[in-house]
C-alpha cells in the first residue's frame, strides 16, 4: 500500500463520509471536501499530466482557479465527459472519474516528451516559422498534423445531457470574494440596510484566513481562524445577506452588470444529480460592487521550477492546514517575502522537515524569528539555480547570489527534497476590476498594478486592492466600506490585530543562474510552456508590445490565461528593455475570468427552445396531410405535400399543375400584416411606395414597392383601402418586423406631423388563398350571398363578408397569376376557414400547395420574392420594375437615389429570364453566369436567383441578375458548373401568360 | 450592457433597446434639390466618435418609441436621454 500523506485531522473535512473515485483507471479514496487535488496529494500522487509542448511531467502547483498544470479530463468517455477540469477546484464525489491529459500513451511514460529533447530547435514561433513552405503542404501535411497534437484534453462527442439555467439578480451590494475582507464588506453592507449578495467560487467561505492558525496573528486577542469562524456565523443569520457558494463571477460588465456561475451539482455524484441543474448563470444588475477577489502568489523564475513537487507557497499551507495533506516529507521553500515562512512554521509544527532559501539578505520580523527559534534552517541570499527528478522533484541546487542580485557565486549547495515551495509575492487579481473599465495604477516598492480609476459606482478591497498583511486588511476594508457605503460605525471599528510580519520582499523577475539563458528553462507559463528565454528572443526579433509578445510566444494563452504568469512576463520584458514596468500597462483582462461551460452560455436556449418557433393557426392540418415543412424567419411554413412517397420534385410538379388546371389552397397567414388608420393615412403610403395612392379608391387593392433610402428594393405587398383613413398593408413573411419599424421610425422622426397610426396585425389574421380556374366556383360555395362576377368583384379588390357568421375580409388578389382569392379571419377560426375551403373545394380536386409550389408558380409569371432575386443591391429600374415609379409624385422614400450617377448607370446587373438550351435542365440557385470562359480572368456577369422546373411550359425557367442584362435578350450565355457548362439564353422574365388573361379567366 | 431611461418608460436594460445611429440628421425636405454629393452626404456620412456622441435610440421591445441619448462612447456614459423633435440639454 503506498503511504498515506494525510497527516492531520482537519474542521474542514467530514472523516466520516470517506469517498471512492478513479484517477487515470486506479481507485483512490479522499474524504467530502475534498478537491480533486488534495486527494491525490494525500494519496502521494503529484504527477498529473504533459505540458502543452514540451510534454514535460508536470504536477499540482496551486490550489484554486489559477492553476496551470492540473488540469484533468472529468466524467470518462461518455456524454458527461468534460475537458481541461482543475483538479484544484473540482471537489471528490462518490464514483468520479478523472485521467491525465495530453499525453500518450500514459501520463508516467509520453511520447511526445521526445520533444522536452529536441526544445533548442523548437523555440517561440517555430510553427509560424516553419511551416510557411512549400504552400502546398500545409493543407495535405502540416495543418493536420498540428491540429492533432493541438489542445489539451477531449470535447464530448455526445449532446450535453445535462440543465442549465439563467436567472436575473438585483441587489443594492455586491460583493465578490468570500475571505476575509468580503465577508467584513458584506456584513458591514448588510448592517446598513443594503439587500447584500456575497459571492464565493468555493464550497465555504473564509479564503485564506479560515485556515490561518498561527498564535502570532492575533485579532482581539483571538487566532484568526477562530475570530473569522465566528463571524462568519453571525453573517449567516442576517436577512437582508444572500450568500452563494461555488459561485465565481465571470464577467464584470459596465453599468454593474455582472455574469456569475452557480455550480450546483459539479461536486456530487451522477446519481444525485440526476434531472437537476447542474450549473446557472446569474445576470447581475447591482447598485454597487465590492470586489474582494484576493491575489495570487507569484512563482519565482529559475532553471527547471515546473517539475512535480514545485508547488505555490501558500497552496502547500492550505493542503497541510485545510486538508491536513502534506505536500512532502523533506519540504524546501523558495522565497523573496516573508508570508513562505509562515507555510513553514505550519510544516514544522506538524513535524514535518523544512529548510527555507531566502534570496533576501535579511528579514527582522518576527514571524522570521519564529521560523529560527524553532530550528529552521535558512540560506539567506541564496538562490536555486537547477532542480532534478523527473517525474517528481528530488533535489536542488542553490547558490549564494552577488549583492547586485544578478549573478550567482560559491559554490553550489545540492539539498534532497521532495517539494519545494516557491513565493515571489502576491499579484492583486484586479482582472474583475479591468474588465469593468477601470484603470490601474502600479506600485513600486512591490511591484504590482492595482486599481486606480474605476468607472462605475465600484471598490476594492483587501488584497485585491494591495493589502497582503491582516491588519492592513482589516483596517482598510473597515474604513473604505465606511465610506463607500456611508456606514457611521460598525463592529470592526476597534479591533486590536497583531500581524508579525515584514512588509518588505525582494523582487527579481528572472533569477540569476550559472549557465546561460540559453543553457536553462526557467518556466513562466507552465502551461503553455513558455520560458524567460522565449520573452528574450521575441524581443531580440523585435515585438516590442507586451500584446505582440504574449502572441508570439503564447505566454498567457493557456486556459488559465496567464493567471500566473502574465506579471513575469511583464517584469522579464521591462527588466531586458530597461523601461519602468508600469509604464508598459498589461495585456487586456477579458471576460470569463475562468472557463464556463458552453452549456452555461446558453442555459435553457436548446433544442426546441433555441429560438422562438412561429406556427400558423392550421399548422396542425398541415401536419396531420404530411406536409413537409421550411423555416422562413421564426415561421414553419408548409413547403409541399407529398403524397404515397413522392419526392419534392415530383410533389411540387402535382401541385403547380393542378393550382394552375383546377384549384390550389396555401396558407398565406404567415405574410406581415399592418393596420394603418389616419387621416393621413393615404399620404403616408405616398411617401412609403414608390408609385400613387391618393386615388385608391376605398374597397381597392393596389401592389406597392418599397424602397430604402439608397433606392434599393426593400420589401413589396398588396395593401387594401378598406375605408378612407384605414389601410391594411400586407409584407413579406421575413420582412413584416424590419417594415413596422421603418414606417414607425420615419412616422416619429420625419414626419410627426402626420396623422397616422401603425399596429401589426400579423399574427391576428389567418389568410387562406385560393387560385386557379375553379377558385371563383370555390368562393360562390363558401359565400352565397356575394355576387362574383368581374364587375362586381373585379382583380385587385375588396369585399366584407361571413362564413358562417364569422367576419372575413376577402381579397382578389394573385401572386400565381392566377384567378384567386385570399380570405382572411380571426386567426381562431383559421383552421375552421381553411377546412370549409377544402371541403368546398373537394368536387374541383382543390390541391393545398405549400411555398415551394407558390415559388414556382410566380416564377412561371416572373414576379420577383424581395430577397431572392433581390439582395439589397437592386433597384426597381434594375428590376425592369419602371412601371411602378410614380413620375409624379415629388417625393417618396428613396426617390432621389434613383437619380444618382451609380443608380442611373446602364451596364448595373438586371433581372432577365433565363432559358437553357435544353429545356431538361435545371440550373442551380446561385450558379454563377459568364460570357467567355477563355478569357482570363473570368468575368462573372451575373448569377441564377430562381430555377425551376415549370410543369405548366414542361420546361426549365430561371430568373437571374445578368450585368446590362436588357440589352442582352436573346443572347447566348454560360453557365459553368463543377463537371459540365451549361449553354442558357437571355429571355423575358414573364415566361407564362405574359398577356394576364388567366386573372380573369 | 448598460441602463438607458427611456423618455416614456423609465429605466430599462439596454438589451430592450436598438440603437439607430446618429441623432439629429434631418431628412431634406426637398431632395431633388440635392446634388449627388450633398445627397451623398445625408445618405451615408456618419460621425464615429469616440468621446461624447448624440444618437437615436428605439425602445424596440417596450413602447417602440424613438429618442435621443447622450453617450459618451468611450466608457458607456449616458449624459442625457431626450424626446425627438426636442432639442438636446444645453450643459
Same mark, same amino acid.
Given at each position: 500500500?503506498?503511504?498515506?500523506?494525510?497527516?492531520?485531522?482537519?474542521?474542514?473535512?467530514?472523516?466520516?463520509?470517506?469517498?471512492?473515485?478513479?484517477?487515470?483507471?486506479?481507485?483512490?479514496?479522499?474524504?467530502?471536501?475534498?478537491?480533486?487535488?488534495?486527494?491525490?496529494?494525500?494519496?502521494?500522487?503529484?504527477?498529473?499530466?504533459?505540458?502543452?509542448?514540451?510534454?514535460?511531467?508536470?504536477?499540482?502547483?496551486?490550489?484554486?482557479?489559477?492553476?496551470?498544470?492540473?488540469?484533468?479530463?472529468?466524467?470518462?468517455?461518455?456524454?458527461?465527459?468534460?475537458?481541461?477540469?482543475?483538479?484544484?477546484?473540482?471537489?471528490?464525489?462518490?464514483?468520479?472519474?478523472?485521467?491525465?491529459?495530453?499525453?500518450?500513451?500514459?501520463?508516467?511514460?509520453?511520447?511526445?516528451?521526445?520533444?522536452?529533447?529536441?526544445?533548442?530547435?523548437?523555440?517561440?514561433?517555430?510553427?509560424?516559422?516553419?511551416?510557411?513552405?512549400?504552400?502546398?503542404?500545409?493543407?495535405?501535411?502540416?495543418?493536420?498534423?498540428?491540429?492533432?497534437?493541438?489542445?489539451?484534453?477531449?470535447?464530448?462527442?455526445?449532446?450535453?445531457?445535462?440543465?442549465?439555467?439563467?436567472?436575473?439578480?438585483?441587489?443594492?451590494?455586491?460583493?465578490?470574494?468570500?475571505?476575509?475582507?468580503?465577508?467584513?464588506?458584506?456584513?458591514?453592507?448588510?448592517?446598513?440596510?443594503?439587500?447584500?449578495?456575497?459571492?464565493?467560487?468555493?464550497?465555504?467561505?473564509?479564503?485564506?484566513?479560515?485556515?490561518?492558525?498561527?498564535?502570532?496573528?492575533?485579532?482581539?486577542?483571538?487566532?484568526?481562524?477562530?475570530?473569522?469562524?465566528?463571524?462568519?456565523?453571525?453573517?449567516?443569520?442576517?436577512?437582508?445577506?444572500?450568500?452563494?457558494?461555488?459561485?465565481?463571477?465571470?464577467?464584470?460588465?459596465?453599468?454593474?452588470?455582472?455574469?456569475?456561475?452557480?455550480?450546483?451539482?459539479?461536486?456530487?455524484?451522477?446519481?444525485?444529480?440526476?434531472?437537476?441543474?447542474?450549473?446557472?448563470?446569474?445576470?447581475?444588475?447591482?447598485?454597487?460592487?465590492?470586489?474582494?477577489?484576493?491575489?495570487?502568489?507569484?512563482?519565482?523564475?529559475?532553471?527547471?521550477?515546473?517539475?512535480?513537487?514545485?508547488?505555490?507557497?501558500?497552496?502547500?499551507?492550505?493542503?497541510?492546514?485545510?486538508?491536513?495533506?502534506?505536500?512532502?516529507?523533506?519540504?524546501?521553500?523558495?522565497?523573496?517575502?516573508?508570508?513562505?515562512?509562515?507555510?513553514?512554521?505550519?510544516?514544522?509544527?506538524?513535524?514535518?522537515?523544512?529548510?527555507?532559501?531566502?534570496?533576501?539578505?535579511?528579514?527582522?520580523?518576527?514571524?522570521?524569528?519564529?521560523?529560527?527559534?524553532?530550528?529552521?534552517?535558512?540560506?539567506?541570499?541564496?538562490?536555486?539555480?537547477?532542480?532534478?527528478?523527473?517525474?517528481?522533484?528530488?533535489?536542488?541546487?542553490?547558490?549564494?547570489?552577488?549583492?547586485?542580485?544578478?549573478?550567482?557565486?560559491?559554490?553550489?549547495?545540492?539539498?534532497?527534497?521532495?517539494?519545494?515551495?516557491?513565493?515571489?509575492?502576491?499579484?492583486?487579481?484586479?482582472?474583475?476590476?479591468?474588465?469593468?473599465?477601470?484603470?490601474?495604477?502600479?506600485?513600486?516598492?512591490?511591484?504590482?498594478?492595482?486599481?486606480?480609476?474605476?468607472?462605475?459606482?465600484?471598490?476594492?478591497?483587501?488584497?485585491?486592492?494591495?493589502?497582503?498583511?491582516?491588519?492592513?486588511?482589516?483596517?482598510?476594508?473597515?474604513?473604505?466600506?465606511?465610506?463607500?457605503?456611508?456606514?457611521?460605525?460598525?463592529?470592526?471599528?476597534?479591533?486590536?490585530?497583531?500581524?508579525?510580519?515584514?512588509?518588505?520582499?525582494?523582487?527579481?523577475?528572472?533569477?540569476?543562474?550559472?549557465?546561460?539563458?540559453?543553457?536553462?528553462?526557467?518556466?513562466?507559463?507552465?502551461?503553455?510552456?513558455?520560458?524567460?528565454?522565449?520573452?528574450?528572443?521575441?524581443?531580440?526579433?523585435?515585438?516590442?508590445?507586451?500584446?505582440?509578445?504574449?502572441?508570439?510566444?503564447?505566454?498567457?494563452?493557456?486556459?488559465?490565461?496567464?493567471?500566473?504568469?502574465?506579471?513575469?512576463?511583464?517584469?522579464?520584458?521591462?527588466?531586458?528593455?530597461?523601461?519602468?514596468?508600469?509604464?508598459?500597462?498589461?495585456?487586456?483582462?477579458?471576460?470569463?475570468?475562468?472557463?464556463?461551460?458552453?452549456?452555461?452560455?446558453?442555459?435553457?436556449?436548446?433544442?426546441?427552445?433555441?429560438?422562438?418557433?412561429?406556427?400558423?393557426?392550421?399548422?396542425?392540418?398541415?401536419?396531420?396531410?404530411?406536409?413537409?415543412?421550411?423555416?422562413?424567419?421564426?415561421?414553419?411554413?408548409?413547403?409541399?405535400?407529398?403524397?404515397?412517397?413522392?419526392?419534392?420534385?415530383?410533389?411540387?410538379?402535382?401541385?403547380?399543375?393542378?393550382?394552375?388546371?383546377?384549384?390550389?389552397?396555401?396558407?398565406?397567414?404567415?405574410?406581415?400584416?399592418?393596420?394603418?388608420?389616419?387621416?393621413?393615412?393615404?399620404?403616408?403610403?405616398?411617401?412609403?411606395?414608390?408609385?400613387?395612392?391618393?386615388?385608391?379608391?376605398?374597397?381597392?387593392?393596389?401592389?406597392?414597392?418599397?424602397?430604402?433610402?439608397?433606392?434599393?428594393?426593400?420589401?413589396?405587398?398588396?395593401?387594401?383601402?378598406?375605408?378612407?383613413?384605414?389601410?391594411?398593408?400586407?409584407?413579406?413573411?421575413?420582412?413584416?418586423?424590419?417594415?413596422?419599424?421603418?414606417?414607425?421610425?420615419?412616422?416619429?422622426?420625419?414626419?410627426?406631423?402626420?396623422?397616422?397610426?401603425?399596429?401589426?396585425?400579423?399574427?391576428?389574421?389567418?389568410?387562406?388563398?385560393?387560385?386557379?380556374?375553379?377558385?371563383?366556383?370555390?368562393?360562390?360555395?363558401?359565400?352565397?350571398?356575394?355576387?362574383?362576377?368581374?364587375?362586381?368583384?373585379?382583380?385587385?379588390?375588396?369585399?366584407?363578408?361571413?362564413?358562417?357568421?364569422?367576419?372575413?375580409?376577402?381579397?382578389?388578389?394573385?401572386?400565381?397569376?392566377?384567378?384567386?382569392?385570399?380570405?382572411?379571419?380571426?386567426?381562431?377560426?383559421?383552421?375552421?376557414?381553411?377546412?370549409?375551403?377544402?371541403?368546398?373545394?373537394?368536387?374541383?380536386?382543390?390541391?393545398?400547395?405549400?411555398?415551394?409550389?407558390?415559388?414556382?408558380?410566380?416564377?412561371?409569371?416572373?414576379?420577383?420574392?424581395?430577397?431572392?432575386?433581390?439582395?439589397?443591391?437592386?433597384?426597381?429600374?434594375?428590376?425592369?420594375?419602371?412601371?411602378?415609379?410614380?413620375?409624379?409624385?415629388?417625393?417618396?422614400?428613396?426617390?432621389?437615389?434613383?437619380?444618382?450617377?451609380?443608380?442611373?448607370?446602364?451596364?448595373?446587373?438586371?433581372?432577365?429570364?433565363?432559358?437553357?438550351?435544353?429545356?431538361?435542365?435545371?440550373?442551380?440557385?446561385?450558379?454563377?453566369?459568364?460570357?467567355?470562359?477563355?478569357?482570363?480572368?473570368?468575368?462573372?456577369?451575373?448569377?441564377?436567383?430562381?430555377?425551376?422546373?415549370?410543369?405548366?411550359?414542361?420546361?426549365?425557367?430561371?430568373?437571374?441578375?445578368?450585368?446590362?442584362?436588357?440589352?442582352?435578350?436573346?443572347?447566348?450565355?454560360?453557365?459553368?458548373?463543377?463537371?459540365?457548362?451549361?449553354?442558357?439564353?437571355?429571355?423575358?422574365?414573364?415566361?407564362?401568360?405574359?398577356?394576364?388573361?388567366?386573372?380573369?379567366? | 450592457?448598460?441602463?438607458?431611461?427611456?423618455?416614456?418608460? +423609465?429605466?430599462?436594460?439596454?438589451?430592450?433597446?436598438? $440603437?439607430? #445611429?446618429?441623432?439629429?440628421?434631418?431628412?431634406?425636405?426637398?431632395? !431633388?434639390?440635392?446634388?449627388?454629393?450633398?445627397?451623398?452626404?445625408?445618405?451615408?456620412?456618419?460621425?464615429?466618435?469616440? +468621446?461624447?456622441?448624440?444618437?437615436?435610440?428605439?425602445? $424596440?421591445? #417596450?413602447?417602440?418609441?424613438?429618442?435621443?441619448?447622450?453617450?459618451? !462612447?468611450?466608457?458607456?456614459?449616458?449624459?442625457?436621454?431626450?424626446?425627438?423633435?426636442?432639442?438636446?440639454?444645453?450643459?
Amino acid at each position: 500500500m503506498s503511504e498515506n500523506f494525510r497527516s492531520s485531522e482537519t474542521k474542514f473535512l467530514d472523516k466520516t463520509n470517506r469517498i471512492s473515485f478513479k484517477y487515470n483507471g486506479k481507485k483512490y479514496y479522499g474524504y467530502k471536501g475534498d478537491t480533486l487535488a488534495s486527494a491525490l496529494l494525500s494519496n502521494g500522487v503529484h504527477l498529473i499530466g504533459r505540458s502543452f509542448k514540451y510534454h514535460r511531467p508536470r504536477g499540482i502547483m496551486t490550489c484554486g482557479s489559477e492553476e496551470p498544470n492540473a488540469i484533468v479530463q472529468i466524467g470518462g468517455s461518455g456524454s458527461f465527459t468534460e475537458p481541461n477540469v482543475r483538479a484544484t477546484e473540482q471537489e471528490i464525489y462518490e464514483g468520479l472519474e478523472a485521467s491525465s491529459q495530453n499525453c500518450w500513451p500514459s501520463v508516467e511514460f509520453d511520447v511526445g516528451g521526445i520533444n522536452n529533447f529536441i526544445s533548442p530547435v523548437i523555440p517561440a514561433g517555430f510553427y509560424y516559422k516553419t511551416f510557411m513552405w512549400p504552400k502546398k503542404l500545409w493543407y495535405s501535411l502540416y495543418e493536420p498534423a498540428i491540429r492533432m497534437s493541438a489542445g489539451l484534453g477531449k470535447s464530448p462527442t455526445q449532446p450535453d445531457p445535462e440543465l442549465y439555467d439563467h436567472n436575473h439578480l438585483h441587489c443594492d451590494v455586491l460583493v465578490v470574494g468570500g475571505g476575509i475582507s468580503g465577508i467584513l464588506a458584506a456584513s458591514i453592507s448588510a448592517d446598513n440596510g443594503n439587500n447584500t449578495v456575497l459571492i464565493d467560487d468555493k464550497n465555504s467561505l473564509g479564503g485564506s484566513t479560515i485556515f490561518q492558525d498561527d498564535e502570532n496573528f492575533k485579532i482581539d486577542d483571538e487566532i484568526p481562524s477562530v475570530w473569522l469562524n465566528n463571524q462568519i456565523k453571525n453573517i449567516k443569520n442576517k436577512k437582508n445577506l444572500i450568500i452563494k457558494h461555488r459561485t465565481s463571477l465571470a464577467a464584470y460588465h459596465s453599468y454593474n452588470y455582472l455574469l456569475a456561475r452557480e455550480n450546483l451539482a459539479d461536486h456530487k455524484s451522477l446519481d444525485e444529480r440526476s434531472n437537476k441543474l447542474r450549473q446557472r448563470l446569474w445576470k447581475i444588475r447591482a447598485k454597487k460592487v465590492i470586489l474582494a477577489t484576493g491575489a495570487i502568489e507569484r512563482p519565482l523564475i529559475f532553471n527547471n521550477n515546473d517539475r512535480p513537487g514545485v508547488m505555490l507557497a501558500n497552496s502547500v499551507k492550505k493542503y497541510i492546514d485545510y486538508f491536513g495533506v502534506r505536500c512532502g516529507n523533506k519540504n524546501v521553500i523558495f522565497t523573496n517575502n516573508d508570508s513562505a515562512y509562515e507555510t513553514a512554521i505550519s510544516l514544522n509544527k506538524k513535524g514535518i522537515n523544512v529548510t527555507i532559501v531566502d534570496i533576501r539578505n535579511n528579514s527582522s520580523s518576527i514571524l522570521v524569528k519564529n521560523a529560527k527559534n524553532a530550528g529552521i534552517k535558512i540560506y539567506w541570499n541564496h538562490t536555486v539555480v537547477d532542480t532534478k527528478g523527473y517525474r517528481r522533484i528530488k533535489s536542488i541546487q542553490i547558490m549564494k547570489m552577488s549583492d547586485d542580485g544578478t549573478n550567482v557565486i560559491g559554490s553550489k549547495i545540492n539539498l534532497v527534497c521532495d517539494n519545494l515551495s516557491i513565493s515571489g509575492g502576491w499579484t492583486p487579481m484586479v482582472h474583475l476590476f479591468t474588465q469593468s473599465g477601470g484603470k490601474l495604477k502600479f506600485r513600486d516598492s512591490d511591484q504590482v498594478f492595482l486599481p486606480n480609476t474605476a468607472m462605475s459606482d465600484q471598490i476594492s478591497i483587501g488584497s485585491c486592492n494591495g493589502d497582503f498583511e491582516l491588519d492592513d486588511v482589516i483596517k482598510n476594508t473597515n474604513s473604505e466600506c465606511k465610506n463607500f457605503l456611508s456606514a457611521s460605525v460598525t463592529d470592526y471599528d476597534s479591533l486590536t490585530i497583531s500581524c508579525p510580519k515584514q512588509k518588505e520582499s525582494k523582487n527579481i523577475w528572472l533569477l540569476p543562474n550559472d549557465k546561460p539563458l540559453g543553457k536553462t528553462k526557467p518556466f513562466l507559463d507552465f502551461q503553455n510552456d513558455s520560458t524567460a528565454k522565449d520573452i528574450k528572443l521575441a524581443m531580440r526579433e523585435g515585438f516590442k508590445s507586451i500584446e505582440h509578445v504574449k502572441r508570439y510566444t503564447t505566454t498567457g494563452m493557456g486556459t488559465d490565461q496567464g493567471k500566473l504568469a502574465n506579471m513575469h512576463a511583464l517584469g522579464i520584458i521591462s527588466e531586458t528593455a530597461g523601461v519602468k514596468m508600469g509604464s508598459l500597462g498589461t495585456t487586456t483582462f477579458r471576460p470569463p475570468y475562468t472557463p464556463l461551460t458552453f452549456g452555461t452560455i446558453v442555459g435553457r436556449n436548446v433544442g426546441t427552445f433555441f429560438d422562438i418557433i412561429r406556427k400558423t393557426p392550421i399548422h396542425e392540418w398541415h401536419e396531420n396531410h404530411k406536409a413537409k415543412f421550411e423555416n422562413v424567419g421564426q415561421w414553419k411554413r408548409a413547403w409541399y405535400y407529398p403524397k404515397n412517397n413522392e419526392s419534392m420534385h415530383q410533389a411540387v410538379q402535382r401541385e403547380s399543375k393542378a393550382a394552375r388546371e383546377s384549384a390550389g389552397i396555401l396558407d398565406a397567414s404567415t405574410l406581415g400584416k399592418i393596420d394603418i388608420k389616419g387621416t393621413d393615412a393615404s399620404e403616408f403610403l405616398n411617401r412609403v411606395y414608390t408609385n400613387a395612392w391618393s386615388k385608391l379608391a376605398i374597397g381597392k387593392c393596389r401592389y406597392g414597392l418599397m424602397l430604402n433610402e439608397d433606392g434599393m428594393v426593400y420589401d413589396d405587398g398588396v395593401t387594401t383601402r378598406l375605408e378612407e383613413n384605414h389601410y391594411v398593408m400586407t409584407t413579406t413573411t421575413g420582412g413584416a418586423a424590419n417594415v413596422l419599424s421603418k414606417l414607425e421610425d420615419y412616422l416619429q422622426t420625419e414626419w410627426p406631423e402626420l396623422d397616422v397610426w401603425l399596429t401589426s396585425v400579423t399574427d391576428h389574421y389567418a389568410t387562406a388563398s385560393i387560385c386557379g380556374p375553379n377558385s371563383k366556383n370555390i368562393l360562390k360555395k363558401l359565400f352565397p350571398k356575394l355576387e362574383f362576377n368581374d364587375e362586381n368583384f373585379p382583380h385587385m379588390s375588396f369585399k366584407n363578408a361571413e362564413l358562417n357568421g364569422i367576419n372575413c375580409r376577402i381579397m382578389r388578389i394573385s401572386f400565381t397569376g392566377e384567378h384567386s382569392y385570399e380570405i382572411n379571419i380571426e386567426s381562431k377560426y383559421g383552421k375552421s376557414l381553411w377546412e370549409n375551403c377544402i371541403e368546398a373545394g373537394k368536387e374541383f380536386n382543390i390541391t393545398p400547395y405549400g411555398t415551394e409550389t407558390m415559388h414556382l408558380l410566380r416564377a412561371e409569371k416572373g414576379f420577383i420574392i424581395v430577397g431572392q432575386d433581390t439582395d439589397g443591391t437592386m433597384t426597381p429600374i434594375d428590376l425592369q420594375m419602371e412601371w411602378i415609379i410614380s413620375k409624379k409624385k415629388y417625393d417618396f422614400i428613396g426617390k432621389r437615389s434613383l437619380y444618382r450617377s451609380d443608380t442611373m448607370r446602364e451596364d448595373r446587373k438586371h433581372l432577365v429570364g433565363l432559358l437553357t438550351d435544353n429545356p431538361r435542365e435545371i440550373l442551380e440557385e446561385g450558379a454563377q453566369i459568364v460570357q467567355d470562359e477563355k478569357k482570363q480572368p473570368i468575368e462573372m456577369l451575373g448569377h441564377v436567383t430562381s430555377s425551376y422546373f415549370s410543369p405548366n411550359l414542361n420546361k426549365s425557367i430561371a430568373l437571374a441578375v445578368v450585368k446590362n442584362g436588357k440589352k442582352l435578350k436573346g443572347q447566348k450565355l454560360l453557365v459553368p458548373m463543377k463537371d459540365k457548362t451549361i449553354n442558357v439564353t437571355v429571355s423575358d422574365f414573364v415566361f407564362f401568360d405574359s398577356k394576364n388573361e388567366r386573372l380573369n379567366a | 450592457m448598460f441602463i438607458i431611461t427611456c423618455p416614456f418608460c +423609465g429605466e430599462r436594460d439596454q438589451s430592450e433597446f436598438s $440603437a439607430g #445611429g446618429e441623432a439629429h440628421i434631418v431628412r431634406p425636405k426637398q431632395p !431633388t434639390e440635392l446634388s449627388d454629393d450633398e445627397w451623398a452626404d445625408f445618405l451615408f456620412m456618419r460621425k464615429n466618435i469616440k +468621446g461624447v456622441q448624440f444618437e437615436r435610440w428605439n425602445h $424596440a421591445h #417596450g413602447c417602440r418609441k424613438w429618442f435621443n441619448v447622450i453617450r459618451d !462612447t468611450s466608457n458607456d456614459k449616458i449624459h442625457a436621454v431626450y424626446k425627438m423633435g426636442e432639442k438636446p440639454p444645453s450643459d
